[in-house]
């Protein structure tokens, strides 16, 4: 997402950085081309508009002109806009004092609503919520089945009926069983509708009269082109939408459908999903969005999905066996699988400030930890412990077992002690500090 914007971004903040001096038709020279890369991105005209006058007006004064690092400045102000464009700060589901909390999920066919409902439940029971999930889409039972699917997948109860019930009395009677069972969310996935279908549209009037939702959510695809502000304007003017979840944000290199619902609502991006799988859904923060597209990278984020994926009793038991100069395939086995709960590896990479560039065009594959994984497991106990007794026979032994070559199994084996050497430099201090970061020591 927002691959292209970033990197032309980048090219033209390296030429503003380049100058010692800005004069001020640099300045309106360079936002000619901001304008136009957020035109290709597909940001809606009038929000790339107000955007670059809000920058010009900004950047062209004697606190820019005449600073010692004026290129570094515009890039402040830029970066400053970005962040009031999404929104300005994180926005939370607000939950309602006297539960359950009803949420109501809305959007176009295919925008990922069903998915999401699930993604949005698992979220809430790892806050310790007891939610419910409730199939509205009567007209299309592979929808419920789906959710029925999702719903045993997160162990979160579905409530659906085959029966011919409209979906006003569906959500009255979820409702009420929420109620009556102590759940404390009920996330109503209502069936996908054109925001042009005037009586589809009435219908999500009508629910939301009866469910009286705290907040409805409209689900939209990040890969919409300029359709985007139509549609989000659309169910806002209908419905007074509390907010927006974008999905399949790992789908498209443009993205400024994305800037342009906030932008046309005024309604903040609450979460994005960043592919199928069912934790793949993290809340939005404009400040650190800004930061990604401006190819400064998400530390703060990366952070967060380490904590989140690294178990600390593995991680102290690690540093002690790094102080001690032991560092198996068995550990590294353990560190790939911890790497892997974080997400997929290239957005893993992507959240480092200056990587983003370094990897375009390499293949940045999951498959190859997997791979990795597979050698490993293939090993005797005796050979994880002690890579020097592995010789000719062994290394094809592991090859045939894993499905790999036994050039793969040499490879890994030469990054294996490369990176045994590596880690030896955290004896000194650094591997506690590494720990202390990610508040593990």
């Known amino acids: 997402m927002f691959e292209a914007l970033s990197e032309k971004l980048e090219g033209i903040f ?3 950085k380049g100058r010692g001096l800005l004069r001020e038709e640099d300045i309106v020279s360079a936002l000619k081309e901001i304008k136009m890369a957020l035109l290709e991105a597909d940001v809606n005209f009038k929000v790339v508009k107000d955007f670059t006058e809000r920058v010009r007006v900004k950047a062209i004064g004697k606190e820019v002109t005449e600073s010692i690092t004026p290129g570094q400045q515009v890039v402040k102000i830029v970066y400053d806009e970005l962040c009031s464009l999404m929104g300005g700060k994180h926005s939370k589901i ?3 004092p006297n539960p359950p909390t009803v949420l109501m999920l809305v959007g176009l066919h295919g925008s990922g609503k069903t998915t999401t409902t699930a993604k949005l439940a698992k979220s809430f029971k790892k806050d310790g919520r007891r939610p419910v999930l409730v199939a509205m889409d009567t007209a299309r039972p592979a929808a419920i089945d789906q ?5 045993a997948q997160i162990d979160v109860p579905v409530y659906s ?8 009395r569906i959500c009255a009677d979820a409702i009420k069983k929420a109620n009556s069972e102590g759940r404390d969310v009920v996330i109503l996935d209502t069936a996908g509708r054109l925001h042009i279908d005037e009586q589809l549209m009435k219908e999500l009037e009508e629910i939301k009269k009866e469910a009286k939702p705290k907040e409805i959510l409209l689900v939209a695809d990040a890969m ?4 985007a502000v139509n549609i989000a304007k659309s169910f806002d003017n209908r419905l007074n939408i509390d907010g927006i979840i974008l999905t399949k944000m790992d789908g498209d290199a443009r993205g400024g459908a994305a800037l342009s619902m906030i932008a046309v609502t005024g309604k903040p991006v609450k979460f994005i999903g960043a592919s199928e799988k069912i934790e793949a859904l993290e809340p939005f923060h404009p400040e650190r969005m800004a930061s990604r597209i401006l190819g400064m990278g998400d530390i703060v984020s990366l952070v967060e999905k380490a904590q989140e994926a690294v178990n600390i009793k593995e991680a102290v038991k690690l540093q002690k066996r790094l102080s001690e100069n032991k560092f198996t395939f068995e550990d590294l086995k353990d560190q790939l699988t911890q790497i892997r709960k974080m997400g997929p590896l290239e957005n893993i990479l992507s959240m480092i400030p200056g990587i983003g560039k370094q990897i375009k065009g390499m293949s940045v594959n999951d498959k190859e930890l997997v791979k990795i994984e597979a050698i490993i497991n293939s090993m005797t106990k ?6 020097v007794i592995i010789n000719g026979s062994r290394k094809k032994r592991m090859a045939m077992g894993s499905g790999t070559t036994v050039a793969d199994v ?3 084996i030469k990054q294996y002690l490369q990176m045994k050497k590596m880690l030896k430099m955290f004896k000194s201090g650094g591997q506690s500090k590494l720990a202390k970061f990610l508040n593990f020591g």
């Open 382 to 387: 005796q050979e994880r412990g002690n890579y």
């Open 94 to 96: 607000n939950l309602s």
């Open 147 to 151: 959710l029925i699917t999702l719903g």
């Open 14 to 16: 390296k030429k503003l």
């Open 224 to 227: 919409t082109g300029q359709d």
């Open 410 to 412: 040499n490879r890994l």
């Open 161 to 168: 009926t085959r029966a011919e019930d409209s979906p006003i």
